[in-house]
């Protein structure tokens, strides 16, 4: 049984986190405050953790059997609940490929775009942007016993 079929993607309620989720990244991007990349992420996260606000990561079903990224993911959970970053799993690989932009050059390897930090600006117009929202998401999660929520991001 996969994460999928466990937790449905079509609520309203994960519509709306689905939707926070990609103005937050959206606009991390864009104020350059988002890594990408597991091997980025888990050296930003040594260097300076309490800088983190968000970490997301990303499978889809094709990527369930692939051991070494489960192990990675497992550690990142792990670093993310000792210091209190908010944690979020998502499926729809192709979905974050065309939130984020940029199709890797011909020939050059793709983006990794299992694991993304977002990092915090220190200012208050970061909430408008779906922060406090996707925030709130992973409290009630955690409040329900399900410390890695998962949201599922819907093509378009």
């Known amino acids: 049984m996969t994460l999928e079929e466990l937790v449905p993607c079509d609520s309203s309620k994960m519509q709306a986190v689905s939707e926070a989720v990609e103005r937050v990244l959206v606009a991390a991007q864009r104020q350059d405050r988002l890594t990408v990349g597991v091997y980025e992420?888990?050296?930003?996260?040594?260097?300076?953790?309490?800088?983190?606000?968000?970490?997301?990561?990303?499978?889809?079903?094709?990527?369930?059997?692939?051991?070494?990224?489960?192990?990675?993911?497992?550690?990142?959970?792990?670093?993310?609940?000792?210091?209190?970053?908010?944690?979020?799993r998502v499926s729809g690989m192709q979905r974050l490929a065309a939130i984020l932009g940029g199709d890797p050059e011909p020939g050059a390897e793709p983006r990794d775009l299992h694991c993304l930090l977002v990092t915090n600006p220190h200012t208050d117009a970061w909430k408008g942007q779906g922060l406090a929202e996707v925030a709130s998401y992973c409290a009630e999660s955690r409040d329900r016993n399900q410390w890695v929520p998962y949201v599922c991001l819907q093509e378009r």
């Open 41 to 88: 992420s888990a050296k930003l996260m040594n260097v300076d953790p309490d800088s983190v606000v968000l970490c997301v990561l990303a499978t889809d079903e094709e990527d369930e059997g692939d051991i070494a990224l489960q192990i990675h993911f497992t550690l990142i959970q792990a670093f993310c609940c000792d210091n209190d970053i908010h944690i979020l």
